[in-house]
């Protein structure tokens, strides 16, 4: 089994409307990052949380991580087009800058 | 600043063969690790180095193997290749210390025939 789970594993949204990824941990996180990925490429970064309870925003995207460190939510408000990817939360499990990752969410946005 | 480079971007090899992939770390970042991703799968974590030490591994055999150079840029090198390491290969580097993430570049993908 996954070390770290995402859900669900494939997403397809109308554009404009609201989504969210779930990423849940059996086992406290030091870190979580959320990155996104298109077909075959490299990982973008999108935001890294280190605090419980913390929430990130950036432009459309937010991301949150529970107080206990094990679960984060990735949501994206009014969807668009160029939001469509691989969605891959890791975690620093250690502090040593060793990730793990989810299998990733596929997200397609339907214009 | 320059991002995080890899070449070649794609390579075909034959079943027992060797292959060395590079990486070319963002500027002032001093520690890469290396990752591979099966289709559809997320990355795994195959080793970490910083100042030119490896400095952790992954769940990977003795036949895959590192180095970091002085100017921080890497090599992962792959003897004895199997039809199972065909994968795209991730390289990232990052600045080491707290509330620094992880830089990745745009990958190498190996098919294995």
């Known amino acids: 089994s996954q070390e770290l789970e995402q859900s669900p594993q494939s997403l397809i949204v109308q554009e404009g409307k609201n989504l969210t990824i779930n990423c849940t941990s059996s086992?406290?996180?030091?870190?979580l990052y959320w990155y996104k990925q298109k077909y075959g490429e490299g990982l973008i970064f999108l935001m890294m949380?280190?605090?419980?309870?913390e929430e990130k925003s950036h432009e459309k995207i937010t991301a949150k991580l529970d107080e206990k460190k094990q679960q984060s939510s990735l949501h994206i408000t009014a969807s668009q087009p160029s939001h469509a990817g691989i969605y891959l939360c890791g975690a620093d499990r250690s502090n040593t800058g060793k990730l793990i990752f989810g299998q990733g969410t596929t997200l397609q946005v339907k214009p | 600043e320059t991002g995080v480079t890899q070449s070649p971007t794609h390579l075909i090899k034959t079943r027992g063969q060797q292959v060395t992939l590079r990486c070319s770390s963002q500027s002032g970042h001093n520690t890469v690790s290396w990752y591979q991703q099966a289709l559809g799968q997320g990355p795994q974590f195959i080793f970490q180095y910083y100042r030119e030490e490896e400095n952790g591994r992954g769940n990977f055999p003795p036949r895959f193997s590192g180095l970091q150079f002085p100017n921080y840029s890497s090599e992962l090198n792959v003897n004895a290749l199997e039809l199972d390491d065909s994968a795209l290969y991730l390289c990232?580097?990052?600045?080491?210390?707290?509330?620094?993430?992880?830089?990745f570049g745009s990958g190498t993908r190996l098919t294995v025939v």
């Open positions: 949380l280190q605090k419980g309870g």
């Open positions: 086992k406290t996180l030091y870190g």
């Open positions: 990232a580097s990052s600045f080491s210390g707290p509330n620094y993430h992880y830089t």
